[in-house]
C-alpha cells in the first residue's frame, strides 16, 4: 500500500514538473515574440522619421490679395501665392521667386509686336505682350540649333565638311556681314571647319551658312535636322513653335509654316542656359576662325551691340528678315548676378532700346526671395 501511495506521488511530481517546464516553455515563447514586436515597432518608427526628412513633398500656399495687374503679367506681388513649391528634402533650400514690389509701374514696351520678360529659374513671367502669337522669328533660330549641336555632339572639335548649300545659301554668311555685302573671306565647299568654329559663325556672326552646315552635319539634309528640332520642341513643351529650317531663313511660298513666339524663344533661352559653351561664345569680341588644315582664315564679328556696354548681360541674339522684322533675345542678371532674367521682343525696330527698358524694369520692380 505504502509502495502504491508512493508511486502515485512520483507520477503527480513528474506530471507537476512537466506542466511547470511547458509553462516555463509558453512564457519564454510569449517573451520571444514580445521582443520581436516591441522590435518592429521601433524599426518602423525610425524607417518612417527617416523616410519623412528625404521623402519628396509639395508646400501649397494660399492665394489672396494679389492686385490684378500682376496677374495679368503672371507675376507674383505678394509671398502668399497658390504656385507649388516643390523640394527633395526638408533641408533643402525653398525655391528663390520674383515677388513684385508694391507700386511698382507696369511695363510698355512700344516698339515690339511681341514681348516677354521672363525669370530664367523659376519660369516666372515677369511682363508679356502676345507672347503666344505666333510669328516668324529669323536667326532667333539659330540658338535652337546651336543647342542641339551640343546636345548631339559630344566633341566641338569634330569636323564639319561645309556643303555647297550652306556656301550658296542667302542671307548673312561668313565674310558677308549681310545680305550682298561681302568684304571677307566665305568658306568654301569641302571646307572643314570644327563644331566650335561653326557655333562661333552661327551665334557671333548670325551666319547661316555655319547654321546650315551644322544642321546638315546632324541631320543628313535641312529638312531631316528641322524635323529634329520640331521634336526637340515638343519635348521641351513648346506650343507655338514650328521650325523649318536651322538658319532661320524661311522656305519660300511655305512662309507660314515657319513660326514661334516669344514665351517659346523665352523657354529655349532659359533651357540653353546650361550650356555655358553657349553664352561664352555669345559674348566673344570679334575675332578670326580658321579651317581644320590652317589653310583658311575668316574673320567674325559680333552682332551684340550691347556687347561690355550693358552691365551683368550674359549674351544676346539678334534676329532679322523681311517678314519677321527686327528681333532680339537677350539674359542679364541683377547686380548680384544671382538672377537671371530673358528678355525677347519680336518685330521690333527699336530692339536695343527695348531690351535694355526691359531689364531696367525687371530688376527695378521684382526682389527675389
Known amino acids: 500500500m505504502l509502495m502504491l501511495i508512493r508511486k502515485k506521488q512520483d507520477r503527480d511530481e513528474t506530471s507537476l514538473v512537466s506542466r511547470n517546464e511547458r ?31 528625404t521623402h519628396t513633398g509639395t508646400i501649397i500656399i494660399s492665394q489672396k490679395d494679389v492686385p490684378a495687374d500682376a496677374m495679368v503679367e503672371g507675376a507674383i506681388d505678394s509671398k502668399e501665392s497658390a504656385m507649388p513649391i516643390s523640394f527633395e528634402s526638408r533641408a533643402q533650400a525653398v525655391q528663390i521667386l520674383p515677388y513684385k514690389k508694391p507700386n511698382t509701374a507696369s511695363l510698355y514696351v512700344a516698339g515690339a ?9 523659376s519660369g516666372t513671367v515677369l511682363h508679356e505682350y502676345a507672347s503666344h502669337d505666333q510669328r516668324q522669328i529669323a536667326s532667333l533660330t539659330k540658338l535652337m540649333t546651336a543647342m542641339i549641336a551640343v546636345e548631339r555632339i559630344k566633341n566641338l572639335d569634330e569636323a564639319v565638311t561645309i556643303p555647297e548649300e ?118 566673344l569680341p570679334n575675332m578670326t576662325i580658321t579651317s581644320i588644315d590652317g589653310k583658311q582664315s575668316h574673320d567674325i564679328f559680333n552682332t551684340d551691340a550691347l556687347l561690355n556696354q550693358y552691365p551683368n548681360l550674359l549674351g544676346t541674339k539678334t534676329g532679322f528678315t523681311p517678314l519677321a522684322g527686327y528681333s532680339l533675345l537677350a539674359v542679364a542678371t541683377d547686380a548680384t548676378t544671382k538672377h537671371r532674367v530673358v528678355s525677347v521682343v519680336l518685330d521690333d525696330s527699336q530692339r536695343w532700346q527695348d531690351i535694355q527698358q526691359m531689364f531696367a524694369w525687371a530688376f527695378n520692380s521684382f526682389t527675389w526671395q
Not at 521582443?35 to 525610425?46: D, E, K
Not at 509686336?113 to 529659374?121: I, Q, R, S, T
Not at 542667302?170 to 557655333?199: H, M
Not at 523665352?266 to 553664352?279: E, F, K, P
Open 23 to 53: 509553462i516555463h516553455s509558453y512564457m519564454k515563447t510569449a517573451l520571444s515574440l514580445l521582443g520581436f514586436m516591441i522590435f518592429l515597432g521601433l524599426s518602423f518608427f525610425v524607417f518612417h522619421k527617416t523616410i519623412g526628412s
Open 113 to 121: 509686336h511681341a514681348a516677354v520678360v521672363l525669370d530664367a529659374d
Open 166 to 283: 550652306a556656301v550658296y545659301a542667302d542671307g548673312t554668311k561668313v565674310g558677308c556681314p549681310r545680305s550682298g555685302y561681302c568684304i571677307g573671306n566665305r568658306f568654301k565647299v569641302g571646307e572643314q571647319v570644327s563644331v566650335r568654329n561653326l557655333l562661333k559663325a552661327a551665334l557671333m556672326n548670325s551666319a547661316n551658312d555655319a547654321a546650315i552646315s551644322l544642321g546638315m552635319y546632324i541631320g543628313g539634309t535641312q529638312a531631316k535636322f528641322a524635323d529634329i528640332m520640331n521634336k526637340r520642341a515638343v519635348e521641351l513643351g513648346l506650343k507655338d513653335t514650328h521650325f523649318c529650317t536651322p538658319s532661320g531663313l524661311e522656305i519660300d511660298g511655305r512662309e507660314s509654316e515657319c513660326y514661334s513666339s516669344a514665351y517659346d524663344i523665352a523657354q529655349i533661352t532659359a533651357h540653353s542656359l546650361q550650356y555655358d559653351v553657349l553664352w561664352e561664345t555669345m559674348r
